[in-house]
């Protein structure tokens, strides 16, 4: 059967339960938003305060609203959300020197040095409703272990009309949690008091488990300093290694991991404070020598199957195969009546490339990762036997591991996948299988020889 990657049934959702808040690939403000206020910020009245204290009231007494002063300048009103002791002061970061004014590739590469450092991948950039949105996740290869975190994060910023933006924001807080409050799929919802720069408020909600669904935690912090506003939110769980061969759902992120990570990215934005250890786990990926020494050259960004096929036809004879072109997709087969004698090697060889979308929720690494989740995970009967995970220093990313299926009587065959990504659309899966003649039965080669047969398809697949 021909190998082909195996594409997750659902895309990693949004930051919200909401789906119109923010919709797929790019977070967006508030559906009732119909975009910025137009001219110079218009200054309330006392009777408007008064409307608005009588807002406060009619919510419960929920939390602090923004207003423009009648002479001038801003002020909180309310103070009264519930504080947080595990929450400290925080700086609010300088979107100046964070080159906001300079546009979205500008801003976004400002922020990804800090969040690099804190393990996260960015993914996406864009402009939204008159603010940046720059979105980050945590790297596919970073889930191998059971405990590990996964954590998306969204970090966006607004100048002008800082107080209209964040009474918004915190008016459609309110409803998703009283909504949410009512709704028994969700743990816990509440807001409390968020202590950046001149204020906010931080959203905190757990959603339960649903079946194989695992729970999952989503946060959000909107703050203010003057006329800048800034949203960090963070979504994501605790990963679970299968068991049994069977699924584990995830468990949702603690509220100490997600106001703890909100606050060390707001402390590496602003330079002010130190923030804790990252949260997100660096692949342990072991080194393998042959590997470490290919000259491999990856496939070109969105290449096809069928270029890479071509590509490695010349080369398969060297490998003992021919193309079997009936099976469909990059598979190859011993030729067809060949003979073999003691210690000769059988082999097989099926290659396949899938191409996503840039602006793709599940990026090329994120694909590659869940296919190397899926074997890991393949250990119910024990016919598998899984040797390390190694670093594939070919592409942006990739990973290369060995392993043996036990067959009747003596017989065992061995096996060694291989991935990488290409500039974050372009994920390349090679899987290799061989025996070697033994008597009257077909044993698994060496680890060794199998890595030095991908070596040489990888060689061949680069050009």
Known sequence: MSYQPQRPQHRPQPPYPQPQFPPPHHPQPPAQWTGAPTGPPKKRTGRLVAVIIVVLVVLGGAGG??????????????????????????????????????????????LEGA?????????????????????????????????????????????GDADD????????????RDAQLKNPGY????????????????????????????????????????????????????????????????DPLTEEVTYGEISDIVKSLSGDGQPGEPRITKPELAQH?????TKANPVAGGTTTGDVCGKFDAAAGRLGVAPVPKRGGCAYDPPEGASYGEGSVHRTVEIAVGVEEEDSNTPAEEEL???????????????????????????????????????????????????????????????????????????????EALVADLVTVLTAMGG
């Open 289 to 293: 020598p042959t590997l470490a020494a």
């Open 369 to 447: 990762a869940r296919e190397l989740r899926s074997l890991l995970g393949r250990t119910s009967d024990g016919t598998y036997t899984f040797g390390k995970v190694y670093d594939l220093p070919v592409g942006d990313t990739g990973y290369a591991v060995y392993y043996t299926v036990k067959g009747g009587g003596g017989s065992s065959s061995g096996y060694v996948q291989a991935g990488y990504a290409v500039d974050g659309t372009t994920h390349v899966l090679v899987k290799l299988a061989g025996r070697v003649k033994k008597g009257r039965d077909l044993v698994a080669p060496s680890e």
């Open 115 to 159: 969040m690099t450092g804190r393990g996260y991948r960015p993914i996406s950039r864009a402009e939204t409703e008159g603010g940046i949105n720059c979105r980050f996740i945590t790297p596919g290869l970073s889930l191998l272990t059971d405990g590990a975190i996964m954590m998306s994060s969204d970090i966006a910023s607004w100048r």
């Open 165 to 176: 933006r964040y009474r918004r924001f915190f008016d459609l807080a309110v409803r998703q």
């Open 65 to 110: 609203v923004w207003f423009r002063q009648s002479g001038g300048g801003s002020s909180a009103v309310g103070e009264d959300l519930p504080k947080n002791s595990a929450l400290g002061q925080l700086a609010f970061p300088d979107l100046g020197a964070l080159r906001h004014g300079e546009g979205v590739d500008a801003l976004c590469g400002a």
């Open 187 to 250: 743990a816990s919802s509440k807001i409390e008091h968020f202590p950046a720069g001149d204020g906010g408020y931080v959203f905190h909600r757990v959603t339960k488990a649903v079946g194989a669904n695992g729970a999952r935690t989503d946060t959000e912090a909107v703050f203010r300093s003057g006329e800048d506003l800034m949203w960090v939110a963070l979504w994501g769980n605790v990963h679970r290694a299968a068991k049994d061969g069977e699924r584990v759902p995830a």
